[in-house]
Structures are given as C-alpha cells and as structure tokens.
C-alpha cells in the first residue's frame, strides 16, 4: 500500500529540500550534505517505525535515478575508453576477491563463509553481494551481519576519504569517477562521491560501477559452484541469479542506447538531468539513514582489517594506473 509509505516519503521530500537549501548557503556539495541529513536523523533522531517503509524507498530512486542518467551519455563517449575501463573493472574486482579470500583464509584465520561474504562485498557491490553470495553458500545470519556491518562501515569512511583524497591530487573528472567505480564498495557512495567531484566523475563512477555490479552473477554462481562442490552450499538457479541481477542497469543501457540515436533533445535532457539529481538527492537522504553508529560499533576488529588492508592495497594500485592511462 501506498499510505504506509507517505510518512517516510514525506522525511525523504524534506530531507532533499533542506539538503538543496543547505548547499545554496554554504559552499558544500547537495548529495553529500542528503546523506548527512539522513545520518542525523539515523542516530541523532529517534525515527518512529512508521516512517521506515516510505525511507527504505531510497533504493528505488537511486535505481530510477541511474536510468534516467543513461540519458546523458552517447555510445560515443562510452567507447572511447570503454575497453580499457571494463578491463580495469575485472582485474580490480578478481585482485580485490583474491586479496580477502587469502588473508581471510590463511592470515587472520576468518571462517571460510565469513571471507567469502567480505570478499564479495568489497570486491562487487556491497551489501547487494553480500546478501546475494549468503544465499548461495548458506552462510550464518552472524556472518552475514558481520560482513555486512563491515561493508557499511568502510561506505561511511570512503563517503569522506574519497573526495579529500581526489581534491588533494587534483585527479581529473575521468580518472576520479572510474577509481571511484573500480574500488568503492556499494553503489549508493560511488554515484554520491563521484557528482560531489564533478558531472563527469559523476557519471563515469556511476557507468564503471554499474559495469562492477554485472560480475554479481559471476561470482555468485561461482561461489555457489565452489560450496556445492564441498557439499556445503546451495546451487544458483537461472531465476536466482536474475533475482540478484542489478536489473537496472539494462534501463540505464536503454536510456544510452536513446541518447545516442539523438532521440532526446536538449531541453528534455535538461529536463531529465534535472530530474535524476532530485531522485539522487532523495536516494541520498534515506542512504544516510543506514548508517548506523549503534551497529558499526559491533563490527569486529578482524572483518574490518581485512576488508581495510585490501582497500588500501587495491584503491593505491589502481588510482596508479588510471592516472597514468588517462
């Protein structure tokens, strides 16, 4: 029903307001300053329950505002560095699995499940993968939550790592937005850091982490092959993979593939511009929300250095080689 949601939708409405009232004032980037609002409101403000179901909406406008994006952008523009890009994302995404299955596994002594969790989430799209690989390798709710907590925390930390680190070296739109797709965790902060740097950041971290997130079935269905292997895990069916399957990426392609037929003129592209900033800046409010003090604090100290020592390792490597490519 729709009325269960009006009260939360409502939150995220004013929250979006505030956020573009706040940034017209002070010198600060709107989606960051959404997703400062939704943190306060997180821990600062004792939320009724009531509100939940209308917040926990922000998924669906991220999703909706990263189709409509795809109308900025041409074939063109994608191709002209779109091998290379894809190439970076694989290799980024295979270093940063390996990197946490072999310290999980063989340094720090994690279980095997609980690595694989972190590997995934770390190394495709957060939380998503998180949920989507616990499924497959029947990991414990206490893993699960573990993992999870884990990813939110290092979201909450690159959120502002990020955009200091990018400003201090003076990257480029292009090399900015592409290391942010390639070592960032979850979709939410890459799309949020990549337009606090500039359009174009915005929506080459927005296009690379969307190519990030295609790996998901991949690496369910391999994780999946692995535990049924050692007769520990589930096998994937066609309709779980879809089930797990960022679905909107194939609108964010329909949109590009409308662009680049000049099926849009200029004024209904400023338009649709227009329109998905908002749906990002409602995203954003309800993406602060789930960052919760209260549960980063229970994260263990083990999960977390894990999941740090292959952040350093792969976000330092691969900021190299985006810079001297491009």
């Given at each position: 029903?729709?009325?269960?949601?009006?009260?939360?939708?409502?939150?995220?409405?004013?929250?979006?307001?505030?956020?573009?009232?706040?940034?017209?004032?002070?010198?600060?980037?709107?989606?960051?300053?959404?997703?400062?609002?939704?943190?306060?409101?997180?821990?600062?403000?004792?939320?009724?329950?009531?509100?939940e179901p209308g917040i926990a909406t922000h998924k669906l406008w991220l999703g909706a505002g990263i189709v409509l994006m795809g109308a900025s952008?041409?074939?063109?523009?994608?191709?002209?560095?779109?091998?290379?890009?894809?190439?970076?994302?694989?290799?980024?995404?295979?270093?940063?699995?390996?990197?946490?299955?072999?310290?999980?596994?063989?340094?720090?002594?994690?279980?095997?499940?609980?690595?694989?969790?972190?590997?995934?989430?770390?190394?495709?799209?957060?939380?998503?993968?998180?949920?989507?690989?616990?499924?497959?390798?029947?990991?414990?709710?206490?893993?699960?939550?573990?993992?999870?907590?884990?990813?939110?925390?290092?979201?909450?930390?690159?959120?502002?790592?990020?955009?200091?680190?990018?400003?201090?070296?003076?990257?480029?739109?292009?090399?900015?937005?592409?290391?942010?797709?390639?070592?960032?965790?979850?979709?939410?902060?890459?799309?949020?850091?990549?337009?606090?740097?500039?359009?174009?950041?915005?929506?080459?971290?927005?296009?690379?982490?969307?190519?990030?997130?295609?790996?998901?079935?991949?690496?369910?269905?391999?994780?999946?092959?692995?535990?049924?292997?050692?007769?520990?895990?589930?096998?994937?069916?066609?309709?779980?993979?879809?089930?797990?399957?960022?679905?909107?990426?194939?609108?964010?392609?329909?949109?590009?593939?409308?662009?680049?037929?000049?099926?849009?003129?200029?004024?209904?592209?400023?338009?649709?511009?227009?329109?998905?900033?908002?749906?990002?800046?409602?995203?954003?409010?309800?993406?602060?929300?789930?960052?919760?003090?209260?549960?980063?604090?229970?994260?263990?100290?083990?999960?977390?250095?894990?999941?740090?020592?292959?952040?350093?390792?792969?976000?330092?490597?691969?900021?190299?080689?985006?810079?001297?490519?491009?």
């Amino acid at each position: 029903m729709v009325s269960h949601r009006l009260p939360g939708l409502a939150v995220l409405c004013l929250g979006a307001l505030l956020a573009q009232v706040i940034a017209q004032i002070a010198p600060l980037n709107h989606l960051l300053v959404a997703i400062a609002i939704g943190f306060l409101l997180a821990n600062g403000v004792d939320v009724p329950e009531r509100f939940e179901p209308g917040i926990a909406t922000h998924k669906l406008w991220l999703g909706a505002g990263i189709v409509l994006m795809g109308a900025s952008l041409t074939l063109d523009t994608v191709l002209e560095v779109g091998v290379t890009v894809l190439l970076i994302v694989v290799l980024v995404a295979g270093m940063t699995i390996a990197i946490v299955e072999t310290l999980s596994r063989t340094v720090f002594g994690l279980a095997d499940r609980l690595g694989s969790l972190l590997a995934a989430g770390a190394g495709i799209c957060g939380v998503s993968a998180v949920v989507a690989v616990a499924g497959a390798v029947e990991a414990r709710e206490d893993q699960i939550a573990y993992a999870a907590a884990t990813v939110l925390l290092f979201d909450a930390v690159t959120i502002v790592v990020y955009p200091i680190v990018g400003d201090a070296l003076g990257l480029s739109g292009v090399v900015f937005g592409i290391w942010a797709g390639v070592s960032m965790f979850s979709t939410g902060p890459v799309v949020a850091v990549g337009f606090a740097h500039s359009e174009v950041a915005g929506q080459w971290a927005t296009m690379t982490k969307l190519s990030r997130n295609v790996l998901i079935g991949v690496v369910v269905l391999g994780y999946a092959s692995y535990y049924a292997r050692t007769g520990s895990g589930n096998s994937s069916s066609v309709r779980a993979l879809w089930n797990d399957f960022p679905t909107f990426v194939l609108g964010f392609l329909a949109f590009m593939l409308l662009a680049s037929a000049d099926v849009f003129s200029s004024t209904q592209q400023a338009t649709i511009e227009t329109i998905y900033d908002w749906l990002f800046v409602l995203a954003f409010v309800g993406l602060g929300t789930e960052i919760r003090l209260a549960e980063l604090r229970t994260t263990g100290m083990m999960p977390a250095v894990v999941v740090l020592i292959s952040l350093l390792v792969v976000s330092t490597l691969s900021l190299l080689v985006l810079t001297l490519l491009f």
